[in-house]
């Protein structure tokens, strides 16, 4: 015990005077380095306002005579100018943390540093009103070698000091081990034993010691209930197995995921409980020592298996088993790969006619009256594709939850009545009437998504109307909530359509769709954009009579 009070003793002064070092160190290089970037910061400033004032000859001195190396570069990272190489034979600095910064926040730093040479360049870049950066660098010493040179004198001290501690603590551990020994041979009678002042209490911890460990015990049982408490409640499955593959633990989310019987219960063995053969052979690879994952079906539901060996000194004490329900992330993939094939395949029609009219018409064998058709349906085809591609792009914006700009005060029915006239000659081309009614209501929002969810359900109600039918956009408040209203007197939608219209690229008819243009993705961008606001939607419809969707704002 001497000797571990000593060594604790002498690797606790150490400790504390190496780490005073390392802190010192830290702290002053860190001081270094702010004060020469700030140098430099402070240099370019001076430099940008002695520029913006004309003044060329001060400039150029500034340059000269301050030992600081200048660079002048484009937004696109071509260097214009550098005050100690040949800008030409320079490369783009385009890929340079300190300019990438500066491009992005105003100003930006870094610091290279050459370990051959023993120094650092320090750099910090400012970006000017015109779009170029302008670039201060300074060669400094590294701390490193200043800090070297500390530790050869400090070593020597150190080990004097060590030396010193050593024998003041060997001194010491006599004089507080005497009384413990004593203390050691007899433990009843605390009374009868002269003691320190600050043994007493260790002497009566140690006849409570019996007391304390049914505490302690208490304590483990309570701690094992809060875990069982907690992998019960888990939204994930948990098994614990031992090395036989018999059951420790589960919790019931486990039971539930894997079809098991309620009555399987602790101690049973799990190949008796679980008949799936992908699951099974992951345990029995556990229990080998390898690591393994299966994803499967069961019973509906799309199940991570995890089976992973728990060990023990390299030896192999059981099985922890982790099943996770990924059902709704699966059918979220599934509805991504879906979108991927419809989008390849609306990309590829257009597309499709696009070549062919070019190919007519590079060929020659397309008449000269009819070059002037084909580049009208070139054109048209065209206008469809960018079409596409902007709600595309609107939908993965929405999808990813790109900000939009600030919440504003939205006057609805103003907005509807914009939306109106915007649509009025596309209406009066279809024969269609659209007007804008109902009360001056307001929510807080994004006035061009809002924009867009109005003219996307107009639009799409003049598109699907009859001739001389008409559109009406109304704002009111139903049961305390805001709504916008658009309906139609259109084709209607049949009944066992009307949950799926607002699918990406669901149409009715596909014939009709094509003919009527629009991309398919329109009611998709209302739904993103009514979830933004936390809004509902509602439709209703009747074929040949027309279709009415509200959206319900809270």
């Known amino acids: 015990m001497k000797r571990r009070i000593n060594i604790t003793f002498c690797l606790g002064v150490i400790g504390a005077m190496l780490i005073a070092l390392f802190v010192t160190a830290a702290a002053f290089n860190n001081l270094f380095q702010k004060h020469v970037l700030n140098d430099l910061k402070n240099y370019a400033q001076k430099l940008k306002e002695t520029a913006l004032e004309g ?52 100003s930006g730093t870094d610091i290279r540093s050459s370990a051959t040479i023993g120094k650092s360049t320090y750099y910090y870049a400012l970006r000017l009103s015109n779009g170029n950066i302008l670039r201060t660098a300074k060669l400094a010493s590294n701390f490193e070698p200043f800090f070297r040179q500390a530790v050869y004198i400090l070593v020597p001290v150190m080990l004097a000091l060590v030396i010193l501690i050593l024998i003041l603590s060997n001194l010491l551990s006599k004089k507080i081990i005497r009384p413990i020994e004593v203390l050691a041979g007899n433990l009843e009678d605390i009374n009868q034993i002269r003691l320190y002042d600050e043994l ?26 809060k875990i069982h408490l907690i992998t019960r409640n888990m939204s994930e499955g948990i098994i ?60 509906g539901r799309q199940l991570q298996f995890f089976a992973n060996p728990v060990t023990d000194e390299d030896v192999n004490a059981g099985v922890l088993c982790l099943v996770l329900d990924i059902t709704e992330k699966y059918n979220r993939e599934k509805l991504r790969r879906e979108f991927t094939a419809n989008v390849s395949h609306e990309l590829k029609t257009p597309l499709t006619s696009i070549s062919g009219y070019a190919e007519l018409i590079e060929s020659g064998m397309a008449r000269d009256e009819d070059i002037k058709g084909f580049a009208g349906k070139i054109h048209n085809e065209s206008s469809r594709l960018l079409e596409l591609i902007n709600d595309i792009i609107k939908l993965s ?82 049961n305390g909530k805001t709504f916008i209203l658009v309906a139609d007197t259109g084709i209607g939608i049949p009944a066992e359509y009307q949950n799926r219209i607002f699918e990406r690229f669901f149409r009715v008819d596909k014939s009709r769709s094509k003919a009527t243009g629009g991309t398919g993705l329109g009611l998709s961008i209302v739904k993103h954009i009514a979830g933004a606001h936390k809004a509902t939607l509602e439709c209703k419809s009747e074929v040949g009579q027309g279709t009415s969707i509200k959206v319900l704002f809270p």
Do not use: W
């Not at 007493?200 to 019996?210: L, S």
């Not at 639009?459 to 039918?469: C, H, L, S, T």
């Open 200 to 225: 007493v209490p260790f002497a009566r911890k140690i006849k409570e010691q019996q007391a304390d460990i049914q505490q302690n015990m208490e304590s483990i049982r309570r701690e094992n209930n």
């Open 55 to 106: 003044n060329v000859d001060s400039a150029s001195e500034l340059i000269l005579f301050s030992g600081i190396r200048v660079t002048l570069i484009a937004g696109d990272g071509k260097v214009l100018f550098d005050s100690e190489t040949d800008y030409l034979e320079m490369e783009n600095h385009s890929d340079r943390p300190e300019i990438i910064e500066a491009a992005l926040k105003g």
């Open 240 to 299: 614990f197995l031992d090395s036989q593959s018999n059951i420790l633990s589960m919790n019931e989310r486990a039971v539930s995921l894997l079809g098991m019987d309620g009555k399987t219960g602790l101690g049973e063995n799990i190949l008796n409980s679980i008949r799936n053969n992908e699951i099974l052979m992951a345990i029995e690879k556990a229990a080998q020592g390898e690591h393994n994952y299966v994803e499967l079906e069961l019973e």
């Open 397 to 478: 914006e929405l999808d990813e939850g790109v900000p939009s700009g600030e919440p504003e005060e939205i006057n609805l029915l103003e907005l509807a009545r914009d939306c109106a006239r915007s649509l009025e000659k596309y209406a009066q081309d279809k024969r269609v009437t659209i007007q804008a009614e109902g009360e001056e209501l307001t929510i807080s929002g994004n006035r061009r998504m809002m924009h867009e969810l109005v003219y996307n359900l107009a639009e799409n109600a003049i598109r699907y109307n009859k001739k001389d039918g008409t559109v009406r956009i109304k704002i009111g408040r139903e």
